[in-house]
């Protein structure tokens, strides 16, 4: 991780002091999933572990420091992130999701937080800086985040955090308040489809609507033949004149309740944007049915349904009886006139 070949993190990059040791002690990377923040916060840990006197962030790569980076194996650095059974000095790579572990957990715990008590008060094993790197921040269990707030109050001067956000309105206030905040946004679309067409992807346009115009987000999409088949299926029915709620259910319970969440309001917000005048923005592929529906479906039921399609997204992985809430959900969708 001597180097980010993402474009659009330049920009994210420019706002950080030019070296290392000027970084502030706490940083907050914010935005939506599929932008490069937990690369960037590696990128960040290694600059500051390394031991190779230079200008601007790059690491060298090749100090006994980086080295250790390399393999997963620095002393000085901690990672905590969700689905993780216990606690691990660092993974050579990072996206957006963590790695696959054997027990997941939805939730950053206080004993993992605890764990950390000894890190930040004995002095690091390479005599520089100690790194804490949280991923996702918000994902921490109430009672770990006060643990954390509480170094942040006190923070020994050799140790830095680096918390990663997805949904940084989740996090205490009080923490927000102790970092330094980087905001990752989306890029235009033209340097972000020349990216995704330089890593292969053909259909770049389709994919990185379906990413939510992040491109790693958008990338991961394209190469997921479950996702979009399961995702035809479930359109083919919305689309159909005849709707039929329990054939779209049947579609539905098989695909993950976020995803369902997910591809029903920007199904919706289509079909807004085009009553409204606008365009399509998610559904590509399906321009032309949108249209249709757009033409035959009254606005206050449209947005009555999408309502419940965002109430559902909330509680979309915990459904007391996934197939019960599809049918009801799918039920309410405006019936074509």
Known sequence: MADLTYPWIVAVLDKLPRSAAA??????LTGRPGLGKSATALFLAQSLLCETQREGLKPCGSCASCLLFKVGNHPDLRMLKVGQEEESPVSGALDE???PAKKASRQISVEKIRMLTD????TSHRGGAKV????P????????ANAVLKILEEPPGDTCFLLVSHQPERLLPTIRSRCFHLAFSLPDAGPALDWLKGQ???QGELALAQGG???LAALDRAGDETFWSQRKALLDTLAEPGFDPLRAADHAEDIDGAVVSTLLSQWAYDVAALKSGGAVRYHLD?????KMVAGTIPIDELMNWYDAVIQFGRVAQHPLNKRLAMESLLSGYPTRG
């Open 213 to 215: 115009y992040a491109p």
């Open 23 to 28: 970084l502030p002690r706490a940083l907050l």
């Open 119 to 122: 890190f930040v008060t004995i």
């Open 200 to 202: 292969g992807i053909g």
């Open 286 to 290: 399906y321009a032309k049915s949108l």
């Open 137 to 144: 921040a918000e994902a921490m269990h109430p009672s770990a």
């Open 132 to 135: 804490i790197c949280i991923v």
């Open 97 to 99: 999701e963590a790695s």
